[in-house]
């Protein structure tokens, strides 16, 4: 799945971006409405992201103009904008979710998702992960192993969603608290140290082999129980 990020503010952009790619999205993104504006008009994207202050072509242009044009889409406007007039403004513009500023990545994911079982020509996969002996679904949280099924809580299943994207290799303290909390949510270092914990019960409740290692000062890796000791 392919998405077109419209966001003038660097640093969002940049983390949002991280994010995105760490999900398994293709991600085009741009600063300004009107390089916007371009990418929509080559109709490459399946979905995007649109801020609605933007410099030069606002979000509200840039989705009218499209919108008149019978580009159908599917849209999420991402605004400091909350209240409830701006989001019937923004949505009568043609935006099909609105999402307030700041969120937390969870809920953003969590509404690409959303939109993408909507239909609209964009291609779902199956929703599950597996490695090793895990199967993780993804929208329902459901965690399968040797010695059964749970169902994770959202930030457990975010946390174990990047680790299964990216078995074996060390992924940051940063990297996930961005992946899982979004990066304008105010979080304590200590919560993803908690979740690692829960979720090393989770697989030990199910007899699987994988195990999550911590790498001093980095961060985590998902291995094999026997590729610990490497």
């Known amino acids: 799945m392919r998405i077109l990020l419209i966001e003038d503010d660097p ?8 994010a995105l790619r760490q999900e398994g ?22 979905l995007v992201l649109l801020d609605r ?3 030069g072509l606002s979000g509200e242009e840039l989705l009218r103009t499209r919108r008149k ?38 809920e953003l ?3 690409i998702r959303s939109l993408s079982r909507r239909g609209g020509g964009f291609h779902v996969d199956s929703g599950e992960l597996a490695w090793g002996d895990l199967t993780l679904a993804e929208l329902s949280c459901q965690l399968r192993g040797p010695g059964g099924e749970c169902t994770l809580s959202r ?10 994207r990216h078995p074996r290799q060390t992924l940051g303290r940063s990297q996930l608290l961005l992946s899982v909390w979004g990066p304008d949510t105010e979080v304590e270092d200590g919560n993803l140290d908690n979740y ?5 019960k989770r697989l030990r409740s199910l007899n699987s082999r994988a195990a999550i290692q911590t790498v001093r000062g980095v961060g985590y890796r998902l291995t094999m129980q026997s590729e610990d000791a490497l």
């Open 11 to 18: 640093r969002l952009n940049e983390a949002l971006c991280c």
């Open 25 to 46: 999205y293709e991600v085009d993104a741009c600063l300004n409405g009107q390089e916007g504006l371009y990418y929509m008009e080559t109709g490459t994207a399946d």
């Open 53 to 55: 202050m933007l410099p």
């Open 69 to 106: 044009a019978g580009d159908t889409t599917p849209v999420l406007m991402l605004t400091a904008m909350g209240t409830l007039s701006d989001r019937v403004t923004g949505l009568d513009l043609g935006a099909d979710d609105y999402l307030v500023k700041p969120f937390a990545m969870e």
């Open 109 to 111: 994911m969590a509404r």
């Open 155 to 164: 930030r457990e299943c975010g946390l174990l969603c990047a680790l299964l």
């Open 196 to 200: 690692i914990f829960f979720l090393r």
